[in-house]
């Protein structure tokens, strides 16, 4: 049982670039959701989806673009990396509303130069 | 919204019973208080949540007042494992999902 994964786990990319991360979820949950985390920042919510083809911006949307043809997957894209999306991104999914358990990925640790 | 406001560290040595509280003073009627571990350069993880009065399971206690306006998590008998960030959320039915910056606890042995 797979679970939820992320890939890459590490990835360096430069500005201006797209990047793309995925995420994969095996339990057929209903929502997913997009977090970055920064020091002194906590988890903070980039975008989610309450199924697929339903998505939803989060507290920090800008510069980030989302999409959910399938269920199972919902890739992250960042169109033009800026040194300020540098973050570790972890991907989360529950089987029903916001109030249930959320499960998390390893996270993506994307560096921008 | 909800906020949240939890100490910012805590420390604590193996086989003590560890409290931290959380504050959520805006709390609404129909929001759960969902607690979540996070050891380093992993993913958070659930641990316990709850809507009033205690909750307990394996891991953790749960301890709400009445007004609902704090909680504790309680660890019993911690262990250097137990080494972690923890954090408070509630108000999830939003589409804001806040975190906060959670409590960073410290084990020594």
């Known amino acids: 049982d797979a679970g939820i994964t992320q890939s890459p786990r590490y990835k360096i990319t430069e500005t201006g670039r797209q990047v793309t991360l995925m995420c994969h979820q095996t339990w057929s949950h209903s929502y997913m959701f997009w977090y970055r985390q920064d020091l002194g920042h906590g988890l903070r919510l980039i975008y989610y989806?309450?199924?697929?083809?339903?998505?939803d911006k989060g507290e920090v949307p800008d510069g980030y673009v989302v999409s959910r043809s399938k269920t199972e997957n919902f890739p992250l894209t960042l169109e033009s990396a800026t040194r300020s999306q540098t973050s570790v991104y972890f991907c989360a999914s529950t089987r029903g509303g916001y109030q249930e358990t959320q499960y998390f990925g390893p996270g993506t640790r994307l560096l921008v130069l | 919204l909800a906020k949240t406001t939890q100490p910012i560290s805590m420390d604590s040595y193996e086989g003590q019973e560890v409290n931290i509280t959380c504050s959520h003073n805006n709390i609404a009627t129909n929001d759960y208080i969902t607690w979540y571990q996070q050891f380093p350069s992993q993913g958070p993880r659930f641990i316990i949540q709850g809507y009033k009065t205690k909750v307990t399971n394996e891991v953790a206690s749960l301890f709400i007042p009445a007004d609902r306006k704090s909680s504790t998590l309680s660890l019993p008998r911690v262990s250097l494992s137990d080494t972690a960030v923890y954090y408070c959320?509630?108000?999830?039915?939003?589409?804001?999902?806040?975190f906060g910056t959670g409590t960073r606890l410290q084990v020594f042995p």
């Open positions: 989806s309450a199924a697929a083809d339903i998505t």
């Open positions: 959320l509630v108000d999830p039915q939003t589409d804001k999902l806040i």
